[in-house]
């Protein structure tokens, strides 16, 4: 088991090194930006890393928005590791199997403790065709890495697969990965944080990311006016909320910055403001650890505070991968400002920028952060979690009916379709089934029912992945499309088709138009899922666990995170 999930989790990081062909030097001038960027060639795509788009975050600029360069950047060897924004550091018990597994995982050199980490870290990475000119005019795509908002860089993320796929489709594209302040440093909450304007920092560095693109993509070969987003988990909630940012105004220079959206394991969460109790804790929490309690201006304070002691102050509260789980210290919250209100009420407003869509999720997306819960006995103690860990303010009664929903372990327990197989600890399947719905499965089917409502002929799909059934305790878990679909690292149809939908998406805003798949249809039309299997395809419909999907409706305003 333990050999088994690490070599199947290391390939997201990892790729042996390659040998770089040192005569092939391809240079873009990026005149908006003043840069002559150096990169390299390698299977057919040149890569260009590390190329920055804002002013280094550092000292005063630490936990303040994004700055615009005002200056010419001049050369950049696009040759090298782009630097990593700061990470949050996992220590996890290592006599605990499996949580000793995913903490072996998660610490290795090459996910986590990343080399050239810092804060001077806002760059980005374009990869594109050999060939490719200034006149080719490819669209782009986009891509906003996850991590729960902790963690990940662009590093991880090398997009020659995926040009390789799009070259063979006779659909090349543009591939752009942005770097964004994680954790404290890009998503520090609290009433001090909102009346200095600085919260959501992360989102506001990917807007200015996606700037860059517009005024410089040209110049590499790319169309900023066919610009595609796409993430995946914190990536994904990343696209949804670029959608939301200032109410739908994704314009820049009176253009939009994008054209359409893929969200794979994320959409929409209802959150508290940035100001609520809950992130208070969390700031508090940061002040204290760094010494700074007794300031009188405790961001200033922070400010002020070398990297170590600041990260490690940022770091010192609950991460993602352990008893807290999904319940993130760091997230986008309102803050009236770029994110005016929760997501889930802008979204029925109408206030978010009307593209084509993509959203879909892992079969079993909450079987990973069930691990670590198994504590967890009875019905009893996970609303006891729920009212401790996530929902502080919510009604004990409003928890255990939404735990009531879920009602075997048989049918409603994750990994789905295992019967009572693969029960980790006494409610590991019912924590994981509930974790997995309310952050991303059935949250992604009541955004997909209010946008459809609001905005009808916005054009939208959706997918379920069941490709890795049978994974034992962990299913189709979190993450593992990143195997398939982004590296595609197993050659099966799911890679195989969803690259393709993908690509046609990226190309026509139609994921069937030159795909030369089976038709997906629209999911206003018949509320249809594409269902994504190892070997086959097939539709069908978005109606599982009804009655957890209209509890979370009725009920959805004591459920914010």
């Not at 989790?9 to 990026?30: E, G, I, M, N, W």
């Not at 795509?45 to 590390?50: D, L, R, Y």
């Not at 790319?222 to 739908?248: C, F, H, N, R």
């Not at 799909?461 to 690292?489: K, M, N, R």
Request: net charge neutral; glycine share 10%; hydrophobic share 40%.
């Amino acid at each position: 088991m333990k050999a088994s999930i690490l070599l199947s989790v290391l390939p997201l990081a990892y790729a042996a090194p390659a040998q770089f062909d040192k005569r092939a030097s391809p240079t873009v001038v990026a005149p908006a930006a003043g840069a002559t960027v150096v990169g390299r060639s390698l299977l057919d795509v040149e890569t260009f890393n590390g190329i920055p788009f804002a002013q280094p975050p550092v000292g005063q600029l630490r936990l303040k928005p994004p700055q615009p360069l005002t200056s010419a950047v001049g050369k950049v060897d696009g040759t090298q590791i782009p630097k990593s924004c700061p990470q949050f550091f996992f220590s996890l018990d290592a006599n605990n199997f499996p949580t000793n597994v995913l903490g072996e995982i998660l610490n290795i050199p090459f996910l986590q403790k990343v080399t050239n980490a810092g804060e001077d870290c806002l760059t980005i990475n374009v990869q594109r065709p050999v060939g490719t000119t200034s006149s080719s005019k490819l669209p782009v795509l986009f891509w906003i890495f996850g991590g729960g908002f902790e963690l990940g860089s662009t590093q991880m993320y090398d997009g020659t697969s995926l040009i390789a796929s799009s070259v063979s489709e006779g659909k090349p594209i543009i591939f752009v990965a942005v770097n964004y302040r994680v954790g404290g440093f890009g998503f520090l909450p609290g009433k001090e944080i909102k009346k200095d304007g600085s919260a959501n920092l992360g989102l506001l560095d990917q807007r200015l990311g996606l700037q860059w693109v517009a005024d410089n993509i040209a110049a590499f070969g790319g169309d900023p006016s066919k610009v595609t987003i796409w993430g995946e988990s914190a990536g994904a909630i990343s696209v949804a909320d670029q959608m939301l940012l200032y109410d739908g105004d994704n314009t820049y220079k009176g253009k939009p910055l994008f054209r359409a959206g893929i969200m794979n394991s994320g959409s929409v969460i209802p959150a508290e403001p940035v100001d609520s109790a809950k992130g208070q804790i969390v700031y508090n929490t940061v002040v204290s650890k760094a010494g700074c309690s007794s300031a009188s201006d405790t961001l200033a304070c922070l400010r002020s505070k070398d990297y170590t002691t600041f990260l490690n102050a940022a770091n010192s509260v609950p991460g993602l991968l352990s008893y807290s789980s999904v319940s993130l210290s760091y997230l986008p919250r309102p803050d009236g400002t770029a994110l005016t209100a929760s997501p889930d009420v802008l979204v029925a407003s109408g206030k978010y920028a009307k593209v084509p869509f993509i959203v879909g999720d892992q079969e079993d997306e909450g079987t990973l952060f069930g691990l670590f819960t198994p504590n967890l006995t009875t019905t009893a103690d996970i609303t006891q979690y729920l009212s401790s860990v996530f929902f502080p303010t919510a009604p004990k009664a409003t928890l255990a009916g939404l735990v009531a929903t879920y009602q075997t372990i048989t049918t409603d327990g994750s990994p789905f379709g295992t019967g009572l197989l693969n029960n980790w600890y006494p409610q590991f399947k019912r924590i994981s089934a509930l974790i997995g719905d309310i952050t991303f499965t059935l949250t992604r089917r009541v955004f997909l029912e209010s946008a459809s409502s609001v905005f009808p002929d916005v054009p939208s799909w959706s997918y379920l992945a069941t490709y890795d059934y049978g994974t034992p305790i962990l299913g189709t878990f979190h993450g593992s499309d990143l195997i398939q679909v982004f590296y595609g690292i197993l050659p099966n149809n799911a890679a195989k088709s969803i690259r393709a939908y993908y690509l046609s998406f990226v190309y026509n805003l139609d994921p069937n138009k030159g795909s030369g798949q089976d038709d997906w249809p629209q999911w206003s039309k018949g509320k249809q899922l594409k269902i994504f299997g190892a070997n086959s395809n097939s539709l069908g419909k978005d109606d599982f666990r009804a009655d957890t999907a209209e509890y979370l409706k009725a009920n959805l305003g004591a459920l914010y995170i």
